[in-house]
């Protein structure tokens, strides 16, 4: 990788600070990172390490009046955390896409599977006729490894297992084909099987529509197996980050060793 | 489609219950229609031949059948008191009730849906404060001292319309709408409150659900994710009130008809009861019967219509 790659996301001393106590609490101190195109960034760390703060900020997700923001998030030339709210927009699920943890909860319980596919191109490509976006969804689907894809089309949520359903936001967030990809702990909500097809499947988009996935994570081992580089967060700082393979192989911090310590091992 | 046979079923089942509890009910009060209508001072004798022509002599489930094959035949009897036809007694004071009912209904809809989603898309906000703050003194006030007030403002001082001048939509409908609007004002207004009391907490309830935020990541305007997302997941429970609403709307506002002299249900069924004029009643309380059960029935379709997961068996 030594190879000069094209940044698309500059994170520059990002801070976050919530202001609902007496005592300012920091979750984001001073972060600062860049995910390159088609990369695959890990960002790993305990619960409250403040690693799914940083992927909402960058999101945009956050409610930027509750709460304090500084430093900048560079997007496409643009600092996603000061420029206004249309501009925002138009970013969000047309170039910068989110999945979450709860795959059950994360779709909308009334509205049938296709409609939730297409709602990025009603949003962002109004030029596309409605044939044009239900073509789109079917080969979405498909591609996401649904199978079935006309009947799921008409189905509901509530008739999907969780792995299905995390293939469909998977889906309904690439459809607009994102430069960026943001996966909160996508795989903590299903079981081991189900987790090694999402691992499989996020890799295959990565590859296939060369979208760079953020991949929030507390699993290290998703992580080794899925991510090019690798950050590890704890308390809202940065602790130690570089290619996956040379943090697990010479972690330099004892929070580092300790975490991949943790790792269960499988003897046989 | 079997779903709804099985419902109306269950519908023709339940009146039929209803009104064997209700001839029992009159059978274990006390009260002696045939005295009532004769007086007190009437001879044994006068009284025992009314008894029998009224056919009240025969035992309880020999009168109970003898009714129910008249209801499920069309015929509900003849009133004691008025001598008419129940059918025809009540065929005037339906329609009035029914169109009251209607009217306030489309008054909560109107009213309450668009300050519900208002207050619900600006909580927390100066023109929210206000609204709820009104919202709490209009739920708190009963119908009847509404009723009296509405009379009083609009009728006395204002005089847009003449207090208890009730006039019947056959003589002249502009003057019977235009007479309608007031008491279905005093009927509407607490139940709007309500209503839109019940969806904004529902509007707010759905917007911290995981859905909203990945409707927010799809790049939505909140106006985009209030309509598109929030607002049929919200009107879900603001459905089953609206339901019971128009129920009970149907079964007949008595305060508000005593308080603008309406010809309706609730006030015949008020007076019968009165006057023991049981053929009278137990129609009046079938028909209560009829229309929470309909609309208990419509609402279930409509339910599972709107929400998938319900409609699953």
Known sequence: MDRKEEVILEVNHLTIEFHDHDTPERVVDDVNFVLHKQEILGIVGESGSGKSMSALAIAGLLKRHALSLSGEILFDGTDLLTCDRERLRSYQGDEISMIFQEPMTSLNPLQRIGHQMEECLRIHHKEMTKKERYDRAIRTMTAVGLDDAEKLYRMYPHELSGGMRQRVMIGAATIARPKILIADEPTTALDVTI?????????????????????????????????????????????????????????????????????????? | ???????????????????????????????????????????????????????????????????????????????????????????????????????SFVLVCLIGIPLGLYTGRHAGGRADKIIMVCNQVIMSIPPFFSGILISWVFGMILHLFAPGGYVPFSKSAPAFFSYMIFPAIAIALPRAAMTAKLLRGSILEEAGKDYTRTAYSRGNTVNGVLFHHVFKNAFLPVLTFLGMSLANMLAGSLVVERVFNIPGMSNTLLTSIGNRDYPVVLAAVMWIAFVIIVINLAVDLLYRVLDPRTAQE
């Open chain 1, 195 to 268: 987790q090694a097809q999402i691992i499989a499947l996020l890799r295959k988009v990565n590859v296939k529509r060369e979208t760079a996935i953020l991949f929030i994570s507390h699993d290290l081992s998703l992580v080794r197996q899925l991510c090019h580089k690798v950050i590890v967060m704890q308390k809202g700082r940065i602790v130690e980050s570089g290619i996956t393979e040379e943090v697990f192989e010479h972690p330099e911090q004892p929070y580092t060793q300790a975490l991949i310590e943790a790792i269960p091992k499988v003897e046989l």
């Open chain 2, 1 to 103: 489609m079997r779903y709804v046979f099985k419902k109306c079923g269950t519908m023709l089942l339940t009146l039929i219950v209803v009104s064997l509890c209700l001839f029992i009910a009159f059978w274990l009060i006390s009260g002696d229609p045939a005295t009532h209508i004769l007086g007190t001072g009437a001879t044994p004798e006068r009284l025992q031949a009314l008894r029998e022509e009224l056919g009240l002599n025969a035992p309880l489930f020999v009168r109970y059948f003898r009714w129910l094959k008249g209801f499920l035949t069309g015929d509900l009897g003849t009133s004691y008191v008025y001598s008419l036809p129940v059918r025809d007694l009540l065929a005037s004071k339906i329609p009035v009730t029914f169109f009251l009912a209607v009217f």
